[in-house]
């Protein structure tokens, strides 16, 4: 493999996908959570309607993730807002053999995730499509190897006591079934409060 020559700089890049590791991570009970099973898939979700982080057993959760959230937004993205709030958050149960099917998130501006119980080795890691953005038609020209330029998938361990963030409209999920174990998530979304300089929202 050789090295470009030239100085490669990406450009209008669609998303960045930040990691976090949480130090302090502690197992929490999920006692007494009411779970549905999703359609299409072997997964079961909290309700969607609720904000499971608001629970008290899941306070020093929340304030890791709030710190997560801060840094993505002011460190990564560097947007201008007055004040961000985790609206959504529920917990994703998938057992053996479970999977779910790509998607976005809608009304929200980042989403998130954290492993409350996953192994990186057995448990299926977590998946982001390119999306498509041409209207034409267009060449597809094969590749000698893959690169950040010509993936059109990216996936990420799945990890107890990690934390993704990323840009709501990005497509994730895990359609490769998890192979050993129980794989939990506790997913979220962002939404910011006076943002822009034209729309007071």
């Given at each position: 493999m050789t090295e470009p020559k030239g100085e490669v700089r990406p450009i209008f890049p669609l998303g960045a996908v930040v990691r976090y590791v949480n130090p302090e991570h502690e197992d929490i009970?999920?006692?007494g959570l009411e779970f549905a099973p999703?359609?299409?898939?072997?997964?079961?979700s909290t309700s969607q309607d609720l904000n499971i982080l608001k629970e008290p057993r899941f306070a020093k959760l929340r304030a890791f993730l709030e710190e997560c959230?801060?840094?993505?937004?002011?460190?990564?993205?560097?947007?201008?807002?007055?004040?961000?709030?985790?609206?959504?958050?529920?917990?994703?149960?998938?057992?053996?053999?479970?999977?779910?099917?790509?998607?976005?998130?809608?009304?929200?501006?980042?989403?998130?995730?954290?492993?409350?119980?996953?192994?990186?080795?057995?448990?299926?890691?977590?998946?982001?499509e390119k999306p498509e953005l041409s209207t034409f038609p267009y060449i597809a020209v094969a590749t000698t190897r893959h690169t950040i330029f010509t993936a059109n998938q990216a996936a990420f361990p799945s990890e107890t006591g990690t934390a993704y963030l990323f840009p709501s409209q990005l497509s994730h999920g895990y359609e490769i079934p998890s192979r050993s174990g129980e794989r939990i998530s506790l997913a979220f979304n962002v939404m910011?409060?006076?943002?822009?300089?034209?729309y007071r929202l």
């Open positions: 009970s999920l006692d999703n359609f299409g898939s072997r997964t079961e959230v801060k840094d993505y937004l002011d460190n990564v993205f560097c947007y201008k807002y007055e004040k961000f709030e985790i609206v959504h958050a529920w917990v994703n149960r998938a057992p053996e053999g479970g999977f779910q099917r790509m998607h976005t998130h809608g009304n929200s501006v980042v989403s998130g995730v954290y492993y409350l119980k996953a192994d990186p080795k057995l448990s299926s890691p977590l998946v982001f910011l409060t006076g943002i822009g300089l034209f």
